[in-house]
């Protein structure tokens, strides 16, 4: 089945470290892009990649980092730098450029910050 | 302000019943909007896309867009305990539907 993986589910951080989500599709999709959730608040775009080896900063980028060295793979690092990392990540693909609205997303990866 | 405001919610209703939820926007440039539906720990799944004003009809789902009000409008028919969700509304004024604007989503419960 098609569609975007995103790990680990569960992730529990210390102060001061780096963590690493996983994405992976396997729809062949050129863009791929990132998002931060908080309780009852909307999706903020903090990434985005149109193509390999480019991206772009979203609304909310500081403290995070990404990379795109293949296709399918989508990474995003939430560094020491990030003052208040837990929330819901949300990895997520489109076709292409033209807007047909369709977003493809995992199924989030949640970090909490002990 | 924000740019995108939706009806906040939590809503309730018994099953049955018609739903129908809100939201308003500032930015003329928006042309396209979207609904997606949300299940608990899960991530958003694309339920109605429409570009411009008019309506959309999908089974018992109808998005209407009033681009001079600048006001959405998704209608649940029928609603059912499988339609208990949070409702998010985006739109976006151009062609990276990636780059959308959500709403803060509208938690709905149907009781059966």
């Known amino acids: 089945d098609g569609g975007i993986t995103q790990s680990p589910k569960y992730l529990f951080r210390k102060e001061g470290q780096n963590v690493t989500l996983s994405c992976e599709q396997n729809l062949n999709h050129d863009a791929m892009y990132w998002y931060r959730q908080d309780p009852g608040q909307g999706l903020r775009l903090i990434y985005y990649?149109?193509?390999?080896?480019?991206?772009q900063k979203g609304d909310i980028a500081e403290g995070y980092s990404v990379s795109r060295e293949k296709k399918e793979s989508f990474p995003l690092t939430v560094t020491s730098a990030q003052k208040n990392p837990t929330a819901f990540y949300l990895c997520?693909?489109?076709?292409?450029?033209?807007?047909?609205?369709?977003?493809?997303f995992g199924e989030g990866s949640r970090l909490t910050v002990l | 302000q924000k740019e995108v405001e939706q009806d906040p919610g939590p809503l309730s209703v018994p099953e049955g019943a018609i739903v129908s939820l809100n939201c308003t926007y500032s930015n003329s440039a928006f042309q396209y909007f979207m609904w997606y539906r949300q299940y608990s720990r899960k991530g958003p799944e694309l339920l109605m896309y429409?570009?411009?004003?008019g309506n959309k009809e999908d089974g018992r789902f109808t998005a209407q867009v009033d681009k001079s009000s600048k006001y959405i409008s998704l209608f649940i028919r029928d609603s059912q305990p499988s339609d208990s969700a949070t409702y998010l509304c985006?739109?976006?004024?151009?062609?990276?539907?990636?780059?959308?604007?959500f709403g803060d989503g509208t938690t709905l419960t149907v009781k059966p």
């Open positions: 985006a739109m976006s004024a151009g062609t990276n539907a990636g780059k959308s604007t």
């Open positions: 990649s149109q193509i390999v080896n480019d991206f």
């Open positions: 997520a693909s489109s076709r292409g450029l033209a807007n047909t609205g369709e977003l493809f």
């Open positions: 429409t570009y411009s004003s």
